[in-house]
């Protein structure tokens, strides 16, 4: 391969702060604002015009059950919830209550607003359009500065604590703490949002959804596969989830620019397929927003000091440092678009192949008290051999099951709001994050509201 030498520069350091979080999605924001709650002097980066992620860029516009399995006790709140409450104030939101699946239904538009007032409100310093291209080592081994690229150029970040909340472990990687991917990535979705679909009952909605853009009767049918949906609260609107990249590592540039392409070309063929089945006129039905970003489920994770494991999940294990609750089942999308497996904290088990058929059993027999929820460990947070790094989101370490439950939004979030403040206590105690007193973390975090069990 032909190189390019390119001659060595002075970078302008533009910016010095306590924390420094690269990436901004709600999981990215919420660390920022943990941070600068406690008083930290705190950066933010984030590629694109605006925050939110997952949430707002790729509109996933869905947060699970705020409950445990048999919806007695909440299991989160923090910032999360905080974000529901200020949409609720402007009619952004649905709350379905507690239920198995989607809770909070809300505007990825009105959401991205609110996200930019909360870190103008923590008197973050917001840094978009802007792109984390390396990490600064010092001769000890920690990671100095950040380097970014803007529309003013090259420039850096200097700061004594840095949170990758990269989804793709970014940081981590070029900084050399130790990555590495799951033998079977699960495949992006890129969502769409239609006008005209919504008023639709909803049984005639899942008819001409479920079965016409699978069936191969149609000369744009998409490979068999699993879609789902949901109404923006308040508008005639409504989101479909049904495209599926196989085989992409969003990792790497090429095939995310690739997955980037072929997920819009499946969103324009629901939409021809929809027109032609819902039958009332070509205008019917429209293609109102695609997104900024397709949804990434997986690609690079960080090797912490401790994988969170399946059997962890399954089973409801607690742990001393546990930072964050999930009730979310573990969901694995196969990477070959097989179908996808379902297991729950109860010992069902449902399996979608991609003919559409369903088949249910058990991953283990009854047992007299099943768990209700299962906990992220601090632990998962903290790349091996870092003394100033942390990892939140999706990049965190898990095996495959694992990862299927703990990677949904709502439990990212809050490993996001842990990561802020268990950096700003490494600044307090003058330590590495490996050495944060996790039973002061859980008390910092219950104090801001979070849910610590």
């Not at 941070?35 to 939110?52: D, H, I, M, P, W």
């Not at 840095?162 to 990687?173: C, E, K, M, V, Y």
Request: proline share 4%; hydrophobic share 40%; aromatic share 6%.
């Amino acid at each position: 391969m032909d190189t390019i030498h390119e001659p060595a520069r002075d970078t302008p350091v533009c910016h010095e702060c306590d924390i420094c979080v690269i990436g901004g999605s709600c999981t990215g924001v919420f660390a920022a604002i943990a941070a600068a709650r406690l008083g930290a002097k705190v950066a933010l980066v984030e590629s694109l015009a605006y925050f939110g992620g997952t949430a707002t860029a790729s509109m996933v516009c869905v947060w699970h059950s705020r409950m445990d399995t048999v919806h007695q006790r909440p299991i989160y709140a923090g910032l999360t919830l905080e974000a529901v409450e200020r949409l609720t104030k402007r009619n952004e939101v649905q709350d379905r209550g507690p239920n198995d699946d989607m809770q909070f239904i809300f505007n990825p538009a009105a959401l991205a607003i609110e996200l930019d007032r909360m870190v103008v409100e923590a008197g973050v310093r917001p840094f978009l359009h802007t792109r984390f291209v390396a990490a600064v080592m010092d001769g000890e081994g920690n990671v100095s500065a950040a380097i970014i690229e803007d529309k003013t150029g090259r420039r850096a970040i200097k700061a004594r604590i840095f949170i990758d909340a990269t989804g793709d472990g970014d940081l981590a990687h070029r900084a050399g703490l130790p990555t590495y991917k799951g033998p079977r990535l699960q495949p992006p979705t890129a969502c769409a949002i239609f006008q005209g679909l919504a008023q639709l009952p909803s049984d005639q909605r899942q008819n001409v959804l479920r079965g016409n853009v699978f069936d191969p009767k149609h000369p744009e049918a998409l490979r068999p596969g699993f879609l789902w949906g949901a109404t923006v609260p308040g508008r005639d609107l409504y989101m479909v989830a049904g495209t599926r990249v196989h085989g992409a590592d969003c990792s790497d540039a090429d095939q995310l620019t690739n997955a980037e392409i072929e997920g819009r070309r499946q969103i324009r063929a629901i939409h021809d397929i929809v027109r032609r089945c819902v039958g009332e006129g070509r205008d019917s039905v429209n293609l109102l927003a695609i997104p900024a970003r397709i949804g990434i489920r997986q690609t690079r994770q960080v090797r912490c000091l401790h994988q969170l494991t399946q059997a962890e999940v399954l089973s409801g294990q607690r742990f001393d440092d546990a930072i964050a609750n999930g009730s979310y089942r573990v969901d694995v999308h196969a990477a070959d678009g097989e179908g996808l497996v379902f297991r729950y904290l109860d010992g069902r088990e449902v399996t979608i192949y991609a003919d559409g058929r369903r088949t249910a059993a058990r991953w283990r027999e009854p047992i007299a008290s099943d768990p209700t929820f299962y906990q992220v460990p601090y632990r998962c947070l903290v790349p091996r051999g870092s003394r100033n790094v942390l990892v939140a989101g999706r990049c965190l370490d898990a095996d495959e099951g694992a990862f299927g439950a703990v990677r949904v939004m709502v439990n990212c979030n809050q490993t996001g709001q842990a990561a802020g403040v268990a950096a700003k206590l490494a600044l307090e105690g003058g330590t590495g994050v490996a050495d944060v007193d996790t039973a002061r973390l859980r008390e910092a975090l219950s104090d801001q509201g979070a849910v610590v069990i």
